[in-house]
């Protein structure tokens, strides 16, 4: 067994340079200022000297976005075990996803329905939804954190579903206190009730692997499937190679199922165009 090679790792990353008074600094926050190690700052700059473009045109800087943005969808698609590298979108910070998601969601609510938020939630996971809401003319219901352990509970939240319920928004860790939230529980719940499963990874991600893919073996995996949203993007579409066709359904949002999918350890083609993009 190899010992992690924590100082190549360490040297990945130019901001642990940074010394505050003399000591050398310490980050903890993992939103949209999370840091980036030299290769990401290699390709961003790269990007900038030689293909910067809006997508979808006929000169050469735009073809080739085009194709960086595809490329990197397919990175990440086999990163998360998504299906399709469609399934990945790009935003600004999970803020600004939220408040695009939720508009675009609200659209399908009718006046009187409910959503549920959580007291435990970051309010970039909370403010947008109660938004959307007050504009839609719907109630939102509050999942309370339990204040001696600061846990969310599947019980606390089953008395607050009902018929009129049409989305639960959560997070899967706490960036206040770190725990964890049974969203595979959650999952459990709504599971077949047309109930919508909003989940913040912020704060878990950088800490454990995400898998969105259907499967049998949970394998140390989270095991849920995200919801998630299709941007119609024909000519990705026409050359995205992996997972299975999208029918109409898969197109939709739709609740999650309780599956994961064995890690892929294949080198795939999206792990070889993103060794070429280092
Ligand atoms: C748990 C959690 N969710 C969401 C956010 C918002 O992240 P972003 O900066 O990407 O909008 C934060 C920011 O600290 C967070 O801690």
Not at 50 to 61: A, E, L, M, Y
Request: one cysteine or more.
């Amino acid at each position: 067994m190899h010992a992690f090679a924590i100082d190549w790792v360490r040297s990945q990353f130019p901001s642990l340079e940074l010394s505050v008074d003399g000591q050398p600094a310490i980050f903890l926050d993992a939103p949209g200022g999370t840091q980036v190690p030299i290769a990401v700052t290699r390709a961003v700059r790269d990007y900038y000297r030689k293909h910067n473009s809006n997508v979808g045109g006929r000169f050469v800087t735009s073809k080739n976005t085009t194709q960086i943005v595809h490329q990197t969808r397919t990175a990440l698609a086999d990163f998360f075990h998504a299906s399709r590298p469609e399934e990945i979108i790009f935003g600004q910070n999970m803020t600004s996803l939220t408040f695009a998601m939720s508009r675009a969601l609200a659209k399908t609510w009718s006046p009187g329905s409910e959503i549920i938020v959580t007291s435990l939630d970051h309010d970039a996971n909370i403010s947008p939804w109660k938004l959307a809401a007050a504009d839609r003319k719907c109630s939102v219901r509050t999942w309370e954190v339990r204040t001696e352990d600061c846990t969310l509970r599947i019980e606390d939240l089953r008395p607050l579903i009902s018929e009129k319920t049409c989305l639960i928004a959560v997070t899967l860790a706490s960036n206040a206190v770190g725990s964890h939230v049974d969203v595979a529980g959650v999952s459990e719940l709504v599971g077949g009730t047309g109930i919508k499963l909003f989940v913040d990874a912020v704060h878990f991600a950088p800490h454990s692997r995400i898998s969105v893919c259907s499967g049998e073996n949970t394998n140390g995996w989270t095991n849920w499937r995200l919801t998630k949203c299709d941007l119609p993007q024909p000519s990705l579409r026409k050359s995205g190679k992996r997972g299975p066709k999208a029918s109409r359904a898969s197109q939709e949002f739709r609740v999650p199922s309780i599956t994961s999918r064995k890690p892929d350890t294949k080198r795939t083609e999206a792990a070889e165009s993103a060794e070429r993009w280092k």
